[in-house]
């Protein structure tokens, strides 16, 4: 015989509440006192209560069918210098615009929220953000790597952009800033470049965890010796960059930041005649050039989907382990990379080769 199942209006008559408290109890909701919370979840353990999971994929359906309802304000919350100031590239604002229209189909509208605002602290912040009613929290990357902010934290669901917040941890989202670099780097060997060189500074590279120069240097490991170059660190981009060059006369150079394409033109280089360009980061280059496209949109969207999922689930506060959930980027043909003369491609068995005399590379090499 089949047992009756316990429902959520049984629980609250037991415990002498309404049933919209034990339902924000059961999802740990910070609004109902932590021992009513705690005592209402005992009750509910006692008397075997469990979610008809029926009746939660019908209302995950009628939410998926449905026009958006208002749901609630998510905060874009931001740490630069200036109210605009965490708005350094195109990827960041890409990261807000694929993050606002996300939202705005899952009935929710994208707030802007400055942490700097002159007599700011912590709990102000945070009191603030609560009294409007906000739950969820999204943080652009930091105006500077290893940076620390101070919120009531149990009070929120928290996503971060990238490596550069040090603490708390918090869930995170990215593109998968090692992949791209590997994905750049095997473009150029499939296009026929053998002496390729990357050019970074190592402020940009400690924002994404080192894993830029960990994603070349670990690529160059296949290659032969006379082809694997010394990387280029740099500080300014200025002679040192053009001193490297003239020692080591890569055939194409990896790199992020638009300045350097500029000191090369003013300095000669005929790209891609004299030197292929590419870049693992399209971010602000113009369209012309060729690299990975780190689709930051994209990021902006799983951003969203995640702190959602976290209000819907009641995961407030800290993560005992945070995940990290990296989109994939999207090589970008451009023109500053064109395929080496002689150099032919054929498939086999679904993989890329690069065919010149007497050589065949695989892509990943």
């Not at 109890?25 to 910070?30: G, V, Y």
């Not at 965490?86 to 929710?108: I, M, P, S, V």
């Not at 102000?124 to 009613?133: G, H, W």
């Not at 280029?232 to 990896?254: F, G, K």
Request: charged share 25%.
């Amino acid at each position: 015989m089949e047992t009756k199942r316990v429902t959520m209006r049984e629980v609250a008559l037991r415990a002498g509440v309404h049933c919209t408290t034990v339902s924000r109890a059961l999802l740990r909701d910070p609004s109902i006192p932590v021992d009513t919370s705690d005592r209402i979840r005992r009750l509910a353990d006692e008397m075997g209560y469990a979610p008809d999971p029926m009746v939660s994929a019908l209302n995950a359906y009628r939410s998926r069918i449905s026009e958006p309802c208002y749901q609630g304000n998510i905060a874009w919350v931001t740490n630069g210098f200036t109210r605009e100031g965490w708005n350094t590239c195109k990827t960041f604002a890409l990261h807000r615009e694929g993050a606002r229209k996300r939202a705005a189909e899952l009935g929710y509208k994208l707030e802007d929220f400055w942490l700097r605002e002159p007599g700011m602290t912590g709990r102000r912040a945070s009191d603030i953000l609560c009294a409007r009613n906000i739950r969820g929290l999204l943080l652009p990357p930091q105006p500077r790597y290893q940076t620390r902010v101070d919120l009531q934290w149990a009070r929120f669901a928290a996503v971060t952009f990238g490596y550069t917040l040090a603490a708390p941890r918090l869930h995170l989202v990215s593109n998968n800033t090692f992949l791209s670099m590997q994905t750049a780097v095997a473009r150029a060997r499939e296009l026929g470049y053998r002496r390729l060189g990357l050019i970074i500074s190592p402020a940009a590279n400690h924002r994404v965890q080192r894993m830029w120069r960990a994603g070349f240097v670990e690529q160059q490991q296949d290659w032969p010796a006379r082809e694997r170059l010394p990387v280029c660190l740099y500080e300014n981009v200025d002679s040192s960059i053009l001193r490297w060059m003239d020692r080591h006369r890569p055939d194409a150079v990896v790199c992020h930041e638009p300045g350097v394409l500029a000191l090369l033109k003013k300095n000669g280089y005929r790209i891609p005649r004299d030197v292929g360009y590419l870049t693992q980061s399209i971010g602000d280059y113009p369209a012309e050039v060729s690299g990975v496209d780190e689709n930051a949109l994209e990021v902006g969207v799983a951003a969203v989907d995640l702190v959602v999922s976290m209000i819907h689930r009641s995961e407030w506060g800290i993560p005992a382990i945070p995940r990290r959930i990296l989109s994939e980027g999207t090589w970008h043909a451009g023109r500053t990379l064109p395929r080496k003369r002689g150099v032919t491609q054929r498939k086999t068995r679904g993989v890329t080769e690069v065919t010149e005399p007497n050589l065949i590379i695989n892509p990943t090499q």
